[in-house]
């Protein structure tokens, strides 16, 4: 043919029709010699079946002969079921084994095991890495480019395994460590929620409120203010050796009913103190881990038409529910007032039983001789209608420094995405894929972790939490469309197993050995915190609580889990980001990594109040930053999904505590994705060489 300017060209007029459009009487039309198998037996036909003709094209380029030579169109299917090419290495000494492993890959009968497009087999030729042609050349490389580079062919066996060896060992080693720093091995914590539900329930019938509950929830809580208030006043490195005695309470269970349901709103979750109680009859109740009673609110009747003198409240119950001796406590005047209607109070003063150094004081009140408030009040207790919560210097530090940070990503974010789109340089589609998947992940939590309402209500509930998933996935939108260009012009090896996942390619062998990669280096940070931990304790701090949600109902459980992902999301790139911004102004990699770990290192250490462990989390965020500049975003969310995880499960080895089944069904999850993760690294090689002498 000629063209415009009457050069000469020479042409094939190949048949080409749009991947799955193609008619069953079409599938064998064309050229039988560079037919794929699936192809020649009239079965369905795919983009990878023109992969297994460029196979073929390539082994004649190189060899000068077909792969299979056949006189009739039964004898060429018989010699691709049957047989395999004459290796090239025969034909050709001095090929280079990369373009054979390529072809054989192409021409690999089963169309799951070829490259997925002809830019991966060019990608794995030597010398044909297109990103780092378009790099050379100024330019910036497509999502398909990228997503096409780097490895194809997965880590090593030897490497996986030693890998997954090293996971199960820290999951082990985790839950051993686990069970010397969680606080809940050091309290008494025989009952289950339903247990303590169901004691709850008795109190609050014992008491007079025996109508039956529409409403109701339950969980536990930890009392902040009873810690903070030991580790101010009480120096020793011995301040917490009473905690199995299980007074005062550290931990406690919450429970709440009401004749009519709870209406949560924005919160979407029913908790101790929201919604407010407005509604008669409604109750709640805080008891310690054993059941014994800590506190009782209820609303008494809001028309009340009963004539006469009141009956006297019986004291003698809220005694009895808390565990305690009326002949250990004498009365004084009352002197806190509940926040609803009574008409009459008492009080009475005393101590501890289990800790006679406390001074405990009891504040009771009545509404016609029933209890409607019960309260425990102690030197840490703080009247919190009148009183704000006292915050250190430097956990105010902290929140203004993380909230700046914010403002900082989230507003450089804004102008870049808009930017980016103005210059047509953003992966729009990736975005999308990405903000929707982060908003179903986002509506998968508040399903399982919401209150739920069976009545038009629900609606109201489901449509706060659109709204609030829409947003962080909008958040999320901004930051891939404003940083995702730059990355892939300046850094794209970072981001190719990203690109892949983005693609749908969940099983590719780079995406399984970073997935493997993520869940080891986050085990790596958890044993790094539970060293801390250890030291932390020993010097007379704290135990860990870790989560208690994940405690109260097994569907906590799972919205924990699309939570951690999400937020790992989140802040994944919103850390991607702030290290962009940092490598753009200060033009040296080292000295970004250097500002990255300190801002991070501040944030943790003025706001947990963490100054002693500054090196440790030196160490950890070092490891952060190094695993973001090395091997980019999949890791970075695997390894951030896997400490958050572990971080806040109840491990525990004990296999006679209740929630045992919590802990290793935690575990096993971690496990599983690193399973996961190791079986697509491998991709179906042989685990061990076995050499035959």
Wanted: neutral net charge.
């Amino acid at each position: 043919m000629l063209d415009g300017r009457g050069n000469v060209l020479i042409t094939d007029f190949g048949l080409a029709v749009l991947s799955g459009q193609v008619a069953e009487h079409e599938i064998r039309h064309g050229t039988p010699a560079y037919m794929a198998p699936e192809q020649l037996a009239g079965k369905a036909v795919t983009a990878r079946s023109d992969i297994y003709a460029l196979g073929l094209v390539l082994y004649e380029i190189f060899s000068g002969k077909r792969a299979f030579e056949a006189s009739t169109l039964a004898a060429l299917m018989k010699q691709q079921e049957e047989s395999s090419p004459a290796s090239l290495t025969t034909l050709v000494k001095d090929i280079d084994p990369a373009v054979e492993r390529v072809i054989v890959r192409c021409l690999a009968p089963d169309p799951r095991n070829r490259p997925p497009s002809a830019l991966a087999v060019a990608a794995a030729l030597p010398g044909g890495d297109p990103v780092a042609a378009a790099l050379a050349a100024g330019e910036t490389p497509s999502p398909d480019m990228v997503a096409a580079s780097g490895e194809t062919e997965g880590m090593r066996p030897r490497t996986a395994i030693a890998l997954l060896a090293g996971v199960v060992a820290g999951l082990v080693a985790m839950a051993a460590l686990a069970s010397q720093t969680s606080l809940l091995q050091r309290i008494p914590f025989e009952n289950s929620p339903d247990a303590l539900a169901a004691k709850a329930r008795e109190i609050v019938q014992r008491l007079g409120y025996a109508q039956p509950a529409m409403g109701t929830a339950g969980g536990f809580d930890f009392a902040g203010d009873y810690s903070d208030w030991t580790a101010k006043h009480d120096p020793s490195k011995k301040r917490w050796a009473h905690l199995s005695d299980g007074q005062p309470a550290l931990v406690y269970y919450w429970y709440r009913q009401s004749p009519r349901f709870f209406h949560p709103g924005y919160e979407l979750a029913v908790s101790e103190s929201y919604p407010a109680m407005r509604f008669s009859g409604e109750a709640r109740v805080a008891i310690d881990p054993r059941g014994r009673l800590l506190g009782f609110l209820a609303v008494p009747p809001q028309l009340d038409k009963s004539s006469g003198p009141a009956a006297a409240a019986d004291w003698t119950v809220l005694f009895a529910a808390a565990g305690l001796d009326p002949a250990q406590f004498q009365p004084a005047d009352p002197q806190w007032v509940p926040p609803v209607g009574f008409d009459a109070r008492a009080a009475w003063t005393g101590v501890y039983p289990a800790a006679p150094k406390i001074p405990l004081r009891l504040e009771a009140a009545s509404w016609r001789g029933k209890p409607v408030s019960f309260e425990m009040v102690s030197p840490w207790t703080r009247p919190n209608r009148m009183v704000e919560a006292e915050r250190s210097t430097g956990s105010r530090a902290g929140e203004i420094l993380t909230i700046t940070v914010l403002c900082v990503v989230v507003a450089g974010a804004a102008l870049l995405a808009r930017r980016n789109t103005r210059l047509k340089r953003s992966d729009s589609r990736g975005a999308m894929r990405l903000a929707g998947f982060v908003f179903s992940i986002y509506m998968l939590q508040y399903v399982f972790a919401m209150y739920h309402i069976p009545n038009s209500d629900e609606l109201d509930l489901l449509a706060d939490a659109m709204s609030e998933a829409l947003f962080k996935a909008g958040l999320v939108w901004i930051l891939y469309l404003a940083i995702e260009p730059f990355v892939r012009r300046r850094w794209p090896r970072t981001i190719v197993s990203w690109s892949r996942v983005l693609g749908g390619k969940l099983r590719d062998p780079l995406v399984g050995g970073d997935i493997l990669i993520g869940v080891a280096f986050g085990l790596l940070w958890l044993l790094l915190f539970q060293v801390m931990f250890l030291i932390r304790q020993n010097l007379g701090g704290l135990p860990q609580a870790g989560g208690l949600d994940v405690l109260s109902a097994s569907r906590y459980i799972v919205s924990g889990f699309f939570s951690q992902l999400a937020n790992g999301i989140m802040d994944a790139l919103g850390s991607f980001f702030l290290m962009f911004l940092l490598r753009l102004a200060l033009r040296k990699d080292w000295l970004a990594a250097m500002v990255f770990v300190a801002i991070f290192v501040a944030g943790k250490a003025l706001g947990g109040g963490e100054l002693s462990f500054v090196p440790i989390l030196v160490v950890v965020y070092t490891v952060f930053a190094l695993l973001l500049l090395r091997y980019g975003i999949v890791p970075l969310i695997v390894s951030m999904l896997t400490a958050n995880c572990l971080l806040n499960a109840p491990l525990t080895l004990n296999s006679s505590s209740w929630y045992i089944g919590i802990s290793l069904f935690c575990l096993a999850v971690i496990l599983a994705i690193a399973g996961y993760g190791f079986r697509c690294a491998v991709a179906g090689k042989a685990l061990f060489d076995v050499e035959s002498t």
